[in-house]
């Protein structure tokens, strides 16, 4: 019996990097094609919403995808800057387009909010570049200790979490635009109806084998030419974009062509940093308790993550 397209689940796997998100999304693809309901996969890690930003980003090769359909790789040029936003309308009507053919929408990705902003009910707050150059000025000229104290005076919540000058500028763009906190506009844990249904499965690595799976892949990345790509990037105008440049990996190879770090240091920092990345995805995840765990390298991985999914649709 053919499963009419609303009740046909939006599969989400998500994980650390490094856990093995994409082999896993390629063999459910596979499986549920022989079940009459082939995957189709849609990217939902930002930074391979990229053109060109292959290798530092571990993005699948045309031969590792197997003829499987992918969506949402390669729209953006690396001088653009990436919009949740804008990525959430064209993730949920392609959402909609897969179902609407009859196949089953698998969104892959390490990137929380990404994700979140597909599956759960959610707010982006208005964006003004007129009052953002204006906040990178004020934190040119005084620094961003006054900058933290306003946004510690008017959202205390968002203050005691943010760390980087970026989403300081954007919180504060928010909170002067709208009246309201940046913390306000926070995703609550409830799925967006007009996606359901919707199942999450999560892999799970031991911290010391992800870490050892981070470096070799940090490696294989060198090996594969990681500076060469970075090298032709830096000549389509990766300096001039504002999310770009400052992905893992990119911004520690950059340094290498300026000759600020060898390439040895430029891996080690890469290693690193990533490292800290994953923590901080597992963290997120950890959060939300609609995921379903499953040992990336279990046996079988693959018929537990289809019974779930069957387990979603009865």
């Not at 689940?9 to 999304?25: D, E, I, M, Q």
């Not at 934190?139 to 200790?145: I, N, S, T, V």
């Not at 760390?163 to 940046?182: C, H, M, Q, Y």
């Amino acid at each position: 019996m053919v499963t009419p397209p609303e009740q046909i689940p939006l599969v989400v796997l998500l994980g650390p990097t490094a856990s093995g998100k994409t082999g896993l999304s390629i063999e459910l693809a596979h499986r549920l094609a022989a079940e009459g309901a082939p995957g189709e996969i849609i990217n939902a890690d930002s930074m391979q919403l990229y053109r060109g930003m292959d290798i530092g980003t571990a993005k699948a090769d045309a031969a590792e995808r197997q003829g499987h359909p992918h969506h949402l790789f390669d729209i953006l040029e690396v001088t653009q800057e990436a919009s949740v936003a804008a990525y959430q309308q064209q993730a949920r009507e392609t959402v909609a387009a897969v179902r609407a053919r009859g196949n089953t929408p698998i969104l892959v990705g390490g990137s929380g909010l990404y994700l979140r902003a597909v599956t759960d009910i959610i707010e982006f707050p208005p964006t003004d570049p007129q009052l953002r150059r204006q906040l990178e000025s004020e934190l040119a000229a005084e620094g961003a200790a006054a900058l933290r104290e306003e946004l510690r005076r008017a959202d205390p919540e968002s203050a005691s979490v943010i760390k980087d000058e970026r989403r300081l500028i954007r919180a504060l763009e928010v909170i002067r635009l709208t009246g309201r906190s940046f913390t306000s506009y926070m995703p609550q844990r409830s799925y967006e109806p007009t996606v359901e249904p919707v199942i999450q499965i999560g892999l799970r690595v031991q911290r010391s084998l992800l870490h050892r799976r981070i470096e070799q892949r940090v490696q294989q990345m060198r090996q594969k030419g990681l500076l060469e790509e970075v090298r032709r990037l830096e000549e389509a105008g990766l300096r001039r974009g504002r999310t770009a440049p400052a992905a893992i990996g990119y911004q520690q190879f950059l340094r290498v062509l300026d000759g600020a770090l060898s390439e040895d240091q430029a891996v080690e920092e890469t290693i690193v940093a990533t490292r800290k990345f994953a923590r901080r995805q597992e963290t997120w995840f950890r959060a939300d308790h609609r995921i379903i765990w499953l040992d990336a390298l279990g046996e079988n991985l693959a018929e537990q993550a289809m019974e779930a999914i069957a387990g979603l649709t009865g």
